[in-house]
């Protein structure tokens, strides 16, 4: 037998009998439209709330062209930094009626551009993007079927994608300028890989830095090979095994830096290596680990994402170009 998949479904028809009011009250009470009163918007929500209703959102996407639906799309959510962006963007969603869901890519570009699919497929409103920068694909399909999209924490030079991003520059001198200020002259950088934005321009921050305390950059000590722990414990062996080895270290995350010290600390137990962060997620998630950090604040990234996603998805051509750079502090521990 085929089940009942209508069987205790509350409609607008039961809220509409309940309320004594029209379907139509109903619906554009719970689509929150003008044309209602706030008296009677707060009754007919209580009640659809009192009854169990649950707004079917493909019936809904069917009569407004719109599923209230943002897809989050990110390397790997396990991320600390990614979890608490995905919070701050689904609060911020959620005060504007749109639900959020998200995707993960593993920074592999065909992955990238099978969940970029995938949300085209299922509808979503928007996408807000983490992209892996191994080639544009992903960017160049939204463009193509004019799907609003934003970039997070990373742009393409030389584009017109719409990106809200920290500003790297100034974090990686803010890190590199501490490590120094503490007598250290010789800092390995260690970043994701050289196409991405943020990795290049943290280390134009660290070379600047350097610059203005009159210390050479040495290429030999700025790593972009890939962040995976196996890769991180080959070259801290190859680093310490060299003649004049490094005493700090700039970590492109605090993800990375928590990785790097626990490697440290089995090469060596007794090592005196200092290690600064990028991102300070211990300001939000408590460790038992006390790393200097580049503060970038999330909340106001989260904010501008979504207002300027929004904005692309209500207004279209007529919305206002999104390139917004957030300043970052240093917190130091």
């Known amino acids: 037998m085929t089940p009942n998949r209508t069987r205790n479904v509350v409609t607008l028809r039961d809220i509409a009998e309940a309320c004594h009011v029209s379907i139509n009250t109903v619906s554009h009470a719970l689509s929150d439209k003008a044309d209602i009163s706030e008296e009677t918007k707060r009754r007919i929500r209580k009640k659809a709330k009192e009854l169990g209703y649950i707004r079917n959102r493909t019936a809904t996407s069917l009569r407004f062209?719109?599923?209230?639906?943002?897809?989050?799309?990110?390397?790997?959510?396990?991320?600390p930094l990614f979890a608490i962006m995905a919070k701050k963007i689904e609060q911020r969603l959620s005060q504007e009626g749109y639900a959020l869901f998200i995707m993960n890519t593993e920074s592999n570009a065909e992955a990238e551009y099978a969940a970029v699919v995938s949300a085209i497929e299922n509808a979503a409103d928007g996408i807000i993007i983490c992209p892996n920068q191994e080639d544009t694909r992903a960017m160049e399909l939204m463009q193509k079927r004019q799907v609003p999209f934003v970039l997070l924490g990373r742009r393409?030079?030389?584009?017109?994608?719409?990106?809200?991003?920290?500003?790297?520059?100034?974090g990686g001198h803010q890190a590199?300028?501490?490590?120094?200020?503490?007598?250290?002259?010789?800092?390995?950088?260690?970043?994701?890989?050289?196409?991405?934005?943020?990795?290049?321009?943290?280390?134009?921050?660290?070379?600047?830095?350097?610059?203005?305390?009159?210390?050479?950059?040495?290429?030999?000590?700025?790593?972009?090979?890939?962040?995976?722990?196996?890769?991180?414990?080959?070259?801290?062996?190859?680093?310490?095994?060299?003649?004049?080895?490094?005493?700090?270290?700039?970590?492109?995350?605090?993800?990375?830096?928590?990785?790097?010290?626990?490697?440290?600390?089995?090469l060596n137990p007794h090592h005196r290596i200092e290690v600064v962060g990028f991102d300070d997620i211990m300001t939000n998630i408590a460790f038992p680990l006390n790393i200097s950090s580049v503060h970038t604040p999330k909340a106001a990234m989260a904010a501008a994402l979504v207002d300027s996603l929004l904005d692309k998805i209500r207004n279209g051509d007529e919305a206002n170009p999104c390139r917004i750079v957030i300043d970052t502090t240093l917190t130091v521990r």
């Open 176 to 266: 590199t300028n501490h490590l120094v200020g503490k007598g250290h002259r010789r800092i390995l950088f260690v970043g994701e890989a050289p196409h991405i934005s943020s990795t290049n321009e943290r280390l134009e921050g660290y070379r600047l830095a350097l610059e203005e305390h009159g210390l050479p950059f040495d290429p030999s000590l700025v790593y972009t090979k890939g962040v995976a722990k196996e890769k991180l414990e080959a070259m801290l062996r190859t680093q310490l095994n060299q003649p004049d080895p490094f005493t700090a270290i700039f970590a492109f995350s605090d993800f990375v830096a928590c990785d790097l010290l626990a490697i440290l600390y089995k």
């Open 65 to 79: 062209q719109s599923t209230h639906t943002v897809t989050l799309i990110v390397s790997d959510i396990s991320n």
């Open 156 to 170: 393409f030079i030389d584009s017109d994608m719409d990106y809200v991003i920290w500003n790297d520059r100034q």
